[in-house]
């Protein structure tokens, strides 16, 4: 009789195999508002989906989780992507998450993620590129929308801090289709009005509604501005481009205006102490220099003056000696090396140097008595000139020429006659 009751394992696990064969349970799209969420430590999100009128729980693992471009929040819209089967432990239903992307926002996430990528690659968001925000600025910039939370904020908080501040508002679109060409052009504006630091921000909202500190055209304005710029997008959680460009991210634009200007109180006290340590410094110095004065008045040489002379007329003697001692080596060293002149064979025997030179004089006139055409003249030979050119050859004259033949005592002028060129080598 008993048979025919099942246990609730086994109508579980039935239900579970019919949800896991039915084809059209196994590629689900839903869409709905997640609500009890839950990022697990083993990386796993539980959540569940809702809508006006029911409910399903979800779980998305952490192979799936890892790849989702967004921070997944109570209250979001979400489209998501999986199957349907039953969870067998508590005999509920569930869809397995593959894929999540933001109700009509997905492609924006996508965007968001390229240009961050593109610009971190060109170097936007390094760290050499930053600013450094003045500590007590003269003059704030305030590129945000006239009315709303995040200008009274902002003007609120840097009044009660720090009030001898001047600051500039500039009232800007911070939302809708025009907003990025206004954020620019208020960020080039600014630029002429002598700024410390510029804040850049508005308050919290969809990403919609914070897409246009996102644009690409706002980021490289923010990167190229001369001033520093604090970004106050949103609440802590917002992370915009204009974050990662900007010189100081603040997660608020309260906490904007704090870090842009010093708390006075904070300042007023830090100068008290600067004072009192100023004073305490001058108080020690000036103690200080009377014991050293003190110990200069009561030190022996002031007390004996003269006693410093001692030493210096000591080292005045021992320098007068020194010199005399150079002195006296040196007149030494003169007169020796005058001593070896004088003795020198050359001094001793100044004739030798003269019959050197005279025995030099005559292989000198030898050599040219050898060389002198005249003594040739007298061994019988003669020099034959035309037009004052000795000849060389019977070629170079002709008959009737006046030449000139020059001997050992003499020169005998005649007139050419009688030519003949003697032929070598005919027998």
Partial sequence: MHDKYLTISTITRYLKSRFDLDENLQTVFLKGEISNFKAHTTGHFYFSLKDENSKINAIMFRSNASKVLFKPVDGMKVLVTGRISIYEAAGNYQIYVDEMIEDGVGNLYVAYEELKKKLAAEGLFGEAHKKKIPKIPKRVGIITASTGAAIRDIMTTIKRRFPITETILFPTL??????????VRNIKRAEAYDLDVLIVGRGGGSIEDLWAFNE???????????????????????????????????????????????????????????????????????????????????????????????????????????????????????????????RSYVLVNPNIIYKDKRLI???????????????????????????????????????????????????????????????????
């Fill in 216 to 342: 690409e055209v706002v980021a490289r304005a923010i990167y190229e501005s001369p001033i520093p710029i604090i970004s106050a997008v949103g609440h802590e959680i917002d992370f915009t481009i204009a974050d990662f460009v900007a010189d100081l991210r603040a997660p608020t634009p309260t906490a904007a205006a704090e870090l842009a200007v010093p708390n006075m109180s904070d300042l007023k006290s830090h100068i008290n102490n600067l004072v009192i340590r100023l004073n305490e410094s001058i108080t020690k110095k000036v103690n200080y220099q009377k014991l050293y004065l003190e110990s200069i008045k009561n030190s022996f040489v002031i007390k004996n003056p003269m006693i410093m002379f001692d030493s210096k007329k000591q080292k005045l003697d021992l320098i007068f000696d020194k010199i005399n001692e150079l002195v006296l080596k040196n007149v030494k060293d003169k007169k020796d090396r005058l001593d070896i002149i004088k």
């Fill in 174 to 183: 911070v939302q809708g289709e025009n907003a990025k060409e206004d954020i």
């Fill in 361 to 427: 004089m005559k292989n000198i006139i030898d050599k040219l008595e050898l060389l002198n055409p005249l003594n040739v003249l007298g061994r019988g030979y003669s020099i034959t000139y035309l037009d004052d050119k000795a000849l060389k050859s019977v070629k170079n004259v002709k008959d009737g020429d006046m030449i000139s033949v020059r001997l050992s005592d003499g020169f005998i002028k005649a007139n050419v006659t009688n030519i003949k060129e003697e032929e070598y080598g005919k027998e």
